[in-house]
């Protein structure tokens, strides 16, 4: 899934048509909120960015992907009509995956997408990632599997899983899991934890089974 964020509707219709057309499978957002929410439920292979956006400018956007480490490795690719040699290097700087000034012809965008999936994608995929029985994760294309079938999970969710698949065989607490997920700062309780885990077995079907809940102390992955 690539997603796009551009105000103007035009564009943003055009560039979302051409993609799903070539088999590249793409949603469009005309404002960043409504992104951040896409984010929130489900990751995308590729982010495509306008810079001139209402309420923050693309560039901030790139800067909050790249500091999030969930998604620092996303690849992002910047289209916009600012296109001097500063906006440039700044968009690098932040680091933007490759630069595209409008007006710009739809069968060089769609190359250049393919271009960065595939120097920043397949690579990845294959040397890195977790295997435990009939669940494969990838945790930097944020991938998971299930016998070969892709699952989609939310964005803490998925934080969880790796957690676990990086502490395997450790018993991790309800508060250790909050604190690791959520943030010290996050207001909640360990009841949050229970809800997400019981989703996260649903969701990967039999490979649920290999969460094991330690009565009285947490949960585990052996």
């Known amino acids: 899934m690539i997603y796009f964020v551009e105000d103007d509707n035009n564009i943003r219709e055009l560039v979302v048509?051409?993609?799903?057309?070539?088999?590249?499978?793409?949603?469009?957002?005309s404002a960043p909120d409504k992104f951040w929410e896409a984010m929130e439920n489900t990751l995308p292979s590729l982010v495509l960015l306008d810079i001139m956006l209402p309420q923050e400018d693309g560039l901030s956007i790139l800067k909050k992907i790249r500091a999030d480490k969930a998604t620092k490795k996303l690849p992002v690719i910047i289209l916009?009509?600012?296109?001097d040699e500063y906006d440039k290097v700044k968009g690098f700087d932040l680091g933007a995956d490759d630069y595209v000034p409008k007006p710009f012809g739809m069968m060089e965008l769609v190359a250049r997408i393919k271009a960065v999936l595939r120097?920043?994608?397949e690579d990845t995929e294959k040397t890195s990632e977790h295997t435990i029985g009939c669940l494969t994760v990838y945790p930097e294309k944020h991938k998971v599997k299930v016998d070969g079938e892709k699952v989609q999970l939310?964005?803490?969710?998925?934080?969880?899983?790796?957690?676990?698949?990086?502490?395997?065989g450790i018993v991790l607490?309800?508060?250790?899991?909050?604190?690791?997920?959520?943030g010290y700062s996050f207001?909640?309780?360990s009841r949050t934890v229970d809800v997400h885990i019981r989703t996260l077995r649903q969701k990967l079907g039999k490979a649920g089974e290999l969460v094991t809940?330690?009565?009285?102390i947490g949960y585990t992955i052996e």
């Open 154 to 168: 939310t964005l803490k969710e998925f934080e969880m899983l790796c957690l676990l698949l990086e502490n395997r």
């Open 80 to 83: 916009t009509a600012k296109a």
């Open 173 to 182: 607490s309800r508060d250790q899991i909050l604190n690791r997920v959520w």
């Open 213 to 216: 809940t330690v009565r009285g």
């Open 119 to 121: 120097r920043t994608g």
């Open 187 to 189: 207001d909640g309780e």
């Open 17 to 29: 048509y051409t993609l799903n057309s070539t088999g590249l499978e793409a949603k469009g957002f």
